[in-house]
């Protein structure tokens, strides 16, 4: 149901779709084949969200400006608002939804936000949008880790600079799901690319939408204006590829990548990966079965030690504070 947009001359917002999955799941696919179809707008990648929901969270944030702070000042505020804290989030849901419809053209029906890190805060959208669709995109893990390194590392161990996507942001795609219950439809990653036709039906009959097969051939045409996003995919793949479903093979063939893999897994736990679609003891015995090479050994143990280091002291603040140093006036604790 579209939400008439309060002082507007834009009449009704487009209802909005969230999809959520870990990067490096195929969202981008998802988002350029639905946004084939005439009765969906999009834009790359709007992050819109995560600031405003991010005033009332204590951690996570590390500001000039004294983030614990300004939570308890809004916290104070929201208090004298006749409707609390849910006042505020239904301000900020107004707000938003008078963007989405000025970035759409009229009369669309939705307006797909597709941000990766929306896996931080996919419970407080489901609350703060209840009539919105919520697409939830699954992806073998493996597949998920191998791309990571493939594209953000070309091939060299990066995962320290992940872990909030594979760790924190599964676990809340995990628990927002099960919550949501059936106001969301899940797909995996696999079977768009191995089952196009019904599994894309399935997801546009969740829509309401009608399905026209030639979304899977149009969607090559789609132009995703903006710095985020998945470049990679959208250069190399024009059409539903499945040749992507095998390639973590051969990025995790060395010892310390598939201990990793197995614990990873292991973390993940066969209940939560059902829930996603996949079987433990399938995968496990995939990833036992991987021929070890010793080709990155030196990399892998070096680039791990490197990432203990990284994650500890946070070199990104260092270098930003190194910089300001010809200005002592500039340099100060992030809180």
């Not at 036709?197 to 939408?209: K, N």
């Not at 998945?230 to 063939?253: A, F, K």
């Not at 399938?282 to 030690?305: N, P, Q, T, W």
Request: charged share 25%; net charge positive.
């Amino acid at each position: 149901m579209s939400a008439t947009i309060p002082g507007s001359t834009l009449g009704e917002a487009p209802t909005p779709v969230f999809i959520f999955s870990l990067p490096r799941s195929g969202s981008t696919l998802a988002q350029r084949i639905l946004a084939a179809h005439e009765d969906v707008a999009t834009a790359s990648e709007p992050w819109l969200l995560l600031p405003y929901f991010y005033t009332l969270k204590r951690g996570g944030v590390y500001a000039e400006f004294n983030h614990a702070a300004l939570v308890n000042a809004i916290e104070d505020f929201c208090s004298v608002l006749p409707g609390g804290r849910e006042e505020y989030l239904a301000e900020i849901r107004k707000m938003v939804l008078r963007l989405y419809g000025r970035a759409a053209p009229e009369g669309v029906r939705y307006f797909l936000d597709k941000t990766p890190r929306y896996h931080l805060i996919a419970g407080d959208i489901v609350s703060a949008f209840p009539g919105a669709r919520y697409i939830f995109l699954w992806r073998n893990p493996l597949s998920v880790v191998s791309s990571i390194i493939e594209t953000w590392g070309g091939g060299r161990w990066n995962l320290y600079r992940h872990k909030i996507d594979l760790f924190e942001g599964l676990e809340n795609l995990i628990r927002t799901y099960t919550t949501a219950g059936d106001r969301a439809h899940a797909v995996r990653y696999e079977d768009l690319v191995t089952d196009p036709e019904d599994t894309w039906r399935g997801v546009f009959r969740y829509l309401g939408l009608p399905f026209d097969g030639s979304v899977l051939d149009s969607f090559g045409s789609i132009k995703l204006k903006g710095r985020k996003g998945d470049p990679t995919g959208t250069r190399i793949y024009d059409g539903v590829s499945r040749s992507s479903l095998e390639r973590w093979r051969q990025t995790l063939n060395t010892p310390f990548r598939k201990a990793w893999c197995r614990r990873y897994l292991h973390w993940i736990g066969a209940e939560r990966l059902r829930i996603m679609g996949y079987d433990y003891e399938e995968l496990m015995a995939e990833l036992s079965s991987l021929r070890v090479s010793g080709k990155r050994i030196a990399s892998d143990a070096f680039r791990a030690c490197y990432g203990l280091a990284y994650d500890t002291s946070e070199p990104g603040i260092l270098r930003e504070k190194l910089r300001a140093l010809p200005e002592w006036k500039r340099i100060h604790v992030h809180k």
